[in-house]
């Protein structure tokens, strides 16, 4: 198809359109009923819950942005509190997670638009046309 309709549906076909939650954390704090534990969690409203009322959410997020699970989040404030950082091959295998992770991501959802855009700018001056067929034969 052509128009917002056609897009619309190559990206949800490449899953773009997906709201995927990313963790932050070890393989096993990721285990489907912990998830499903945490996002019941963070469904609460603020405001008030068994009598008590309160106005904020306990999410903590790491320096990729991404939510940590509740172990991985006190495994970060253990380290704060005692002042001793995680090691180096620690630190380095949790950046490598996310390289790989955001590598991944990437992948999924096909090439990227400035690599399309570029391809379209070649297409575009090879046929001198101030337009890009996009689908169909040029006559």
């Keep these: 198809g052509q128009g917002l309709a056609g897009t619309l549906r190559m990206l949800q076909h490449t899953g773009q359109l997906e709201q995927r939650e990313s963790f932050a954390g070890r393989a096993t704090d ?3 009923e912990r ?13 008030e ?3 008590r009322k309160f106005s904020f959410t306990l999410d903590k997020y790491d320096q990729f942005g991404r939510r940590m699970t ?10 704060r509190f005692h002042g001793m950082p995680p090691g180096r091959k620690r630190q380095a295998k949790i950046l ?7 590598q991944e991501r990437t ?3 096909g090439e990227a638009p400035s690599e399309a855009m570029g391809r379209m700018r070649d297409a575009q001056r090879q046929q001198a046309a101030p337009f890009v067929v996009l689908s169909g034969n040029i006559k």
């Excluded at 998830?35 to 405001?47: D, F, Q, R, S, T």
């Excluded at 509740?70 to 380290?79: D, G, I, L, N, Q």
């Excluded at 490598?96 to 955001?102: E, P, R, T, V």
Aim: glycine share 6%; net charge neutral; charged share 30%.
């Design 30 to 32: 990721v285990k489907p």
């Design 96 to 102: 490598a997670a996310y390289l790989k992770d955001k």
């Design 49 to 51: 819950w068994e009598g």
């Design 35 to 47: 998830v499903k534990e945490m996002l019941e969690a963070a469904a609460i409203p603020a405001g």
């Design 70 to 79: 509740p172990k991985e989040a006190f495994r970060e404030f253990c380290h």
């Design 107 to 109: 992948a999924q959802a």
